[in-house]
Each structure stands twice: as C-alpha cells, then as structure tokens.
T-cell receptor, first 112, second 115 residues
Framework: TQLLEQSPQFLSIQEGENLTVYCNSS?????LQWYRQEPGEGPVLLVT?????EVKKLKRLTFQFGDARKDSSLHITAAQPGDTGLYLC????????????FGKGTLLTVNP | NAGVTQTPKFRVLKTGQSMTLLCAQD?????MYWYRQDPGMGLRLIHY???????AKGEVPDGYNVSRLKKQNFLLGLESAAPSQTSVYFC??????????????FGEGSRLTVL
C-alpha cells in the first residue's frame, strides 16, 4: 500500500504552460515536504509545509497544504525547461520524527 | 562544502558477492538514512540511524546490514548480492527539526548493478 499517492506519474508540457501536481494520503501528515530531483543527482528540498491550509510561494512555484493535512499540491506557472525533473513529496507519518516516507514522484518534462 | 558524500558511485557485482557502500556527512547531523530508488517505485527506506551506535530497519531492510560506528559515517552492507538489489542507493542526513521540519540532505547516489 502506497502511503503517499502522487499524480500524475508523468507530465510532458510545452514551455510557458501552467501545471499542477498532487500528493494525497488517507493519513494526516505532521508535515509535508516537496523535493526536486534532476537526473544523476539526489533530491533537493523545495519547501516544507506544516499548517493546514498553508500556501507557500517560491518564485513561479506555489505549494498548498490541504486544510485537513492529508493532501498537497504544487503549481508551476509558466513552466521552463529548467523545471524538468522528478518532483517528490515526502511526509512524516504516524507520529514518528525519524522516518520520511516518499511518494513515487511526478516526472515532469518541459519542452522548449 | 562536501555535504553528503557516497562511495563508490558505480559498482558492478556478481550474484553472491559482498560489498559495502560508505556514506559520510560533514554537517554533524544526528539522523542518517539509506534509501533505494527503482523505476516507478520512488524512494524506499532501507535502514536508518538516529545517532552514533544506533540503527533501525526501514521499509525494505532484507538483504542489507548497516553500521554507524562514527557519527559522520553510515555504512550499508550487502552480504550476498542478488539481482533484485540492482538499484540506485541514496544516503541522506538530517538534523531533527521542530515539528518534524528538518530538511533531508542527499548524496549523489551509488548505482549498483548485480549480474
């Protein structure tokens, strides 16, 4: 059973388009993080959200945490080829402070 | 700034051989993790450590052993490699944050192929 469901699994768009990817669970998150991974590298943290309903913006990226803290979304405005990568959501579930569980990721390709 | 360093970066093994992956971090982090990443499976936790001398099992621990003799190093061992262990292995470290917000810092990965 996948604790964190990410959708879509693959997304290919043209430069300048907007997109939204999702991360959902039946469990309540203590916190949720979004990472981006480029080919041949390890994931790098983009943002952490901790409060239900929280919205954070990072340049053209907007992150939203659901009111019930069971889901999150990442919206990219005017996507650029440099946004290409694997977007992973990760959460600490079940009250543990130690183990970060990852979703399977959304592989985004932005074509010039 | 080295951050998290993994060695080796590439390795090819034959079934039944043993090997050790080394992870070193220079950020004085308490928590360290080993993940494996397979196509379509995301990152799955193998083992983790919450401090020097401690280890614990993650989601997929079978066939692996770990040791954390020094705070800065976390070793992942394969005693008898199997083709199912062909994967990219990532080490990560984290300082425990308030309200579970600590950032995970990853190495560049170690690509292991078992023939």
């Amino acid at each position: 059973t996948q604790l964190l469901e990410q959708s879509p699994q693959f997304l290919s768009i043209q430069e300048g388009e907007n997109l939204t990817v999702y991360c959902n669970s039946s469990s309540v998150f203590s916190s949720l993080q979004w990472y981006r991974q480029e080919p041949g590298e390890g994931p790098v943290l983009l943002v952490t959200v901790v409060t239900g309903g929280e919205v954070k913006k990072l340049k053209r990226l907007t992150f939203q945490f659901g009111d019930a803290r069971k889901d999150s979304s990442l919206h990219i405005t005017a996507a650029q080829p440099g946004d290409t990568g694997l977007y992973l959501c990760a959460a600490i579930l079940g009250g543990s402070n130690y183990k970060l569980t990852f979703g399977k990721g959304t592989l985004l390709t932005v074509n010039p | 700034n080295a951050g998290v360093t993994q060695t080796p970066k590439f390795r090819v093994l034959k079934t039944g051989q043993s090997m050790t992956l080394l992870c070193a971090q220079d950020m004085n982090h308490e928590y360290m993790y080993w993940y494996r990443q397979d196509p379509g499976m995301g990152l799955r936790l193998i083992h983790y450590s919450v401090g020097e001398g401690t280890t614990a099992k993650g989601e997929v621990p079978d066939g692996y052993n770990v040791s954390r003799l020094k705070k800065q190093n976390f070793l992942l061992g394969l005693e008898s490699a199997a083709p199912s262990q062909t994967s990219v292995y990532f080490c990560a470290s984290r300082e425990p944050g308030r309200r579970y917000t600590g950032e995970l810092f990853f190495g560049e990965g170690s690509r292991l192929t078992v023939l």
